[in-house]
Structures are given as C-alpha cells and as structure tokens.
C-alpha cells in the first residue's frame, strides 16, 4: 500500500512540475519579421508625460522563440518622434502595453501579462481594420479595453479612459493583411479587374475584324 502511494505522489508531482511546459507550448506567435502596422491616436484631457502620443508605428525586426524583437516609433502632440527598440517575451509577459499576444486565442483564453497577470479573452468578433473584415478578439484590463487581430495577436484597437484624460489608438495601415474591395481581396480585385478588361478587349477586337472581313 505504501508503494502504491509513492508511485501516486510522484506522478503528482511530475504532472505539477510538466504543467507549465505544456501550458508555454500552447503559445502561438503570430507575426513574423518585416511586419508592420502604424496608429492613429487621439486623446481628450491632459494626458500623463509622454502619452500625449499621436502616431506610432511598430516593426517586426526579427523572432527567436516566443521573443520579438520591435522597432517603434512615436510621435507626440508637439511633432517630436520618438525611436526605440524593445524586445517582447510571450511566455514570460513581457508584452509592453499589451501590444503583441499569443495568437489564435478563443473567448475565455488566458494569457499573461507581467504588469497584469492573467488576461482573459472576453470575446471574439468580426470587425474591419485597415480596409480588411478580421477576426478580433478582446479584453480589458484596468482602464483599457484592447482589440487584437485574432490571426497575428497584434493590436488593433485600444480605448483607455482615465480622470484626466481618454486615449484612442487604432490602426491605420499595415502590411500584414491587403485592404478588401466589394469584399475581395485587393489584388484578387485588380486581378478581376484586369481579365475582365482583357476579355472586353479582346471581344472587341473581335468584332471589329469580323466587321472588316
């Protein structure tokens, strides 16, 4: 009976200890180096020091595991910019202002965020960013709620609310997905744009050598 006990303890404390292995294995990265994506952001109030910010654009300069290496640039009200480098880790949560997380998360996913702890995915949606329909999914922490394309894990949206002062930022352009027209793709747009004006071209010339003959 003893035995049998001892055996039952220590799978307990293999299945404890292996636990958060399995957990940091279920962290998907999204994003891939030459990604980019820049904000819009506005803001009423006054603003704490240097978060009177109104552009931003953040690049994927490399990935090694779950660390991302970003180039960021800021622009603040009085038209100075800011450039800096900073260094993401997805499995220790180091996220900066939540602006990469895992991806492909579901309603009620977790993950986690050195300043904030465990974030809960509060709900996934369709909306449309950057000209394209995404998958989005969201969360609140403190005073903000973010949006995160569900795809990248990138953040596409963040409304802060505070007593002195409200913040907006969202995204205006990226590389990462082409803008849609009437609902397609843009290059498969002009891709459909052009073989039809092939086609109409080629009818006509068409007719107009029969016409000759």
Same mark, same amino acid.
């Given at each position: 009976m003893d035995r049998k006990l001892a055996v039952t303890i220590a799978l307990l404390i293999v299945l404890t200890v292996s636990a958060p292995v399995t957990i940091s294995a279920e962290i998907s990265v999204g994003v891939k180096q030459g990604d980019w994506i820049e904000y819009q952001v506005t803001f009423t109030g006054t603003p704490a020091p240097g978060h009177d910010v109104t552009w931003g654009r953040m690049e994927v300069v490399g990935v090694q595991g779950k660390a991302i290496n970003l180039a960021i640039s800021t622009k603040f009200s009085n038209e100075t910019l800011l $450039? *800096? =480098? &900073?260094? %993401? $880790? %997805? *499995? =220790? #949560?180091? %996220? #900066? !202002? !939540?602006?990469? &997380?895992?991806a492909n998360l579901n309603s009620g996913g977790t993950f986690f965020d050195k300043w904030q702890g465990n974030m809960t995915i509060s709900g996934v949606e369709e909306r449309t960013y950057a000209g394209a329909k995404r998958t989005i999914v969201s969360g609140t922490a403190q005073n903000t709620t973010y949006y995160w394309d569900k795809a990248t894990g990138i953040l596409v949206e963040g409304n802060s609310s505070y007593t002195e002062y409200t913040m907006h930022t969202k995204v205006d352009k990226t590389n990462m997905w082409q803008a849609q027209m009437f609902g397609l793709d843009s290059t498969v747009f002009y891709a459909l744009v052009i073989g039809v004006a092939v086609i109409i071209v080629a009818v006509i010339a068409f007719f107009v050598v029969r016409r000759k003959k």
């Open positions: $450039n *800096e =480098t &900073i260094t %993401l $880790n %997805l *499995e =220790t #949560g180091q %996220l #900066g !202002d !939540d602006f990469i &997380i895992p």
